[in-house]
């Protein structure tokens, strides 16, 4: 049996690979030992588990050094992502220059400059990234990049056979994993947890041994962005989504709502979704083929990110919109909005139930769109200019290419359009699961057996090459 360390560096890692049983298999079969951040909200949680080991401390000053190596080393190969882009315009604040026309756009970037030169994220990023002084950059930066010593100390505590973390691929942790694996000679398995992380962080500028990720997608964008040798990159999904299909076919006790809606979901990134809402509901008053009891379910991204436009929802202001009960509950009990919260971290068996009651999902893009779409539901996603924020179209948002082979899964590039989708889409039948699950399968790999099986199944071979 080989001894095999799991490590957490985030709250939402938590819910997604220790509530969700995805190292069951392995645990089965491998000695599972786990540490964690000791500043994580769930640190309690983590702590409570038999199979851990200890809390590690990551000294903020390193972190914020790394991340501007992750945004320099980023800048630099931002031709190979159109998302890497997105995000420094987004984080510098150039967005609100680009918007602008003429002899106001010049104005607007004067003002822009002095912002910038403050910013972490602004012109400090292009200055060091440019092709002549990178070499400089690189050498300074990583001269100040220690190995956290209390990491160090954990993975030398033990004759340990490999290191899984989960990822963002934007966090110093997982680069410590990866030069510690190096140091003591120790295979690393990086696990990439969400949908956009390898197009939209940075590139890898340490690479760990193996990765573990959603789909052949992925797969390619490894390759392509961060040249990943093919055989080190690994297919295997994720656990979040195993729900929707174990729980095809599954009758609920009572459904969420009592009234047909279409399920409006937010998105992390600053978009106008209030003012969607109005505009949703006067094309719901004049549509013909929407039944007068059809509501709408709005659900805000719960770590929604500050925006420009009127985030706050207030019922009285809508005739057929209501708030998504658990994003309800969650802001009762003093969550807040705009504010990224990470001990709130929502149920994962409840999407499906809230997916299962809904005849239509959409909203900008975001990933729970995709998720609607395992749940074989129609799609419609926005992907034009709110007229407000950095533009959150499929210009930039480099994941979502090709998702219009998903049957039912439209993008509305013009609000002029919204109108005729949201008709078609009403209309539509019920979704082919095999059609869908042969299109989704690029996106998100998924077969007869469970996330934690492929997992464990992973490991091994890593650990008993053939």
Not at 32 to 51: T, Y
Not at 103 to 108: E, F, M, P, R, Y
Not at 412 to 437: I, Q
Request: proline residues 8%; contains cysteine.
């Amino acid at each position: 049996m080989s001894k095999v360390l799991v490590v957490f560096s985030e709250d939402n890692f938590v819910r997604n690979y220790l509530r969700t049983d995805a190292l069951v298999s392995l645990s089965r079969a491998q000695e599972v030992s786990i540490v964690a951040d000791r500043l994580l909200a769930l640190a309690p949680e983590i702590g409570n588990d038999p199979r851990f080991k200890g809390f590690f401390t990551v000294d903020l000053r390193v972190a914020k050094r790394h991340h501007m190596f992750f945004n320099v080393f980023m800048w630099r190969n931002r031709r190979k992502s159109r998302t890497f882009f997105y995000r420094w315009m987004r984080n510098s604040g150039w967005d609100l220059v680009e918007k602008m026309r003429g002899c106001a756009k010049l104005w607007s970037a004067i003002r822009w400059i002095p912002g910038a030169l403050l910013n972490p994220s602004g012109l400090r990023v292009p200055f060091w990234g440019n092709p002549l002084l990178f070499p400089l950059a690189k050498f300074l930066l990583l001269r100040r990049l220690p190995i956290n010593p209390e990491l160090s100390a954990l993975v030398a505590a033990d004759n340990y056979d490999l290191i899984v973390f989960p990822s963002a691929a934007f966090d110093p942790v997982s680069v410590d994993l990866t030069r510690l694996g190096k140091k003591l000679a120790i295979p690393t398995l990086c696990l990439i947890d969400n949908w956009d992380n390898l197009t939209s962080k940075t590139s890898f500028w340490t690479k760990p041994d193996h990765l573990g990720v959603w789909g052949e997608q992925a797969k390619e964008q490894a390759r392509r962005i961060h040249d990943f040798p093919p055989d080190r990159v690994h297919p295997i999904g994720t656990p979040r989504f195993d729900q929707y299909f174990s729980s095809r076919g599954v009758a609920h006790p009572s459904p969420l709502y009592p009234f047909p809606y279409i399920l409006f979901v937010g998105s992390a990134m600053p978009f106008d979704e209030i003012g969607t809402l109005h505009f949703l509901e006067r094309i719901l008053s004049e549509l013909e083929s929407a039944p007068p009891e059809l509501k709408v379910v709005y659900r805000p991204h719960p770590w929604q990110q500050k925006r420009k436009t009127k985030s706050e929802f207030r019922a009285a202001d809508f005739s057929r919109t209501v708030l998504d009960m658990q994003i309800a509950e969650a802001y009762d009990s003093g969550v807040k909005r705009e504010v990224t919260d990470p001990s709130f971290q929502p149920e994962l068996d409840y999407y499906p139930r809230l997916f299962q009651g809904a005849i239509l999902v959409m909203g900008p893009l975001t990933t729970m769109l995709l998720e609607g779409a395992l749940a074989l539901k129609p799609i419609i996603g926005i992907a034009y200019d709110d007229g407000h924020h950095a533009n959150t179209s499929r210009r930039y948002f480099t994941h979502f290419d090709g998702v219009e082979a998903i049957p039912s899964f439209l993008i509305c590039d013009d609000p002029s359009e919204l109108s005729a989708e949201l008709r078609r889409s009403l209309l539509a039948g019920a979704v082919d699961a095999k059609a869908s699950d042969a299109a989704t399968l690029h996106f998100l790999h998924h077969d007869a057996t469970s996330y934690p099986t492929r997992l464990g199944e992973l490991i091994g071979k890593i650990l008993s090459p053939s």
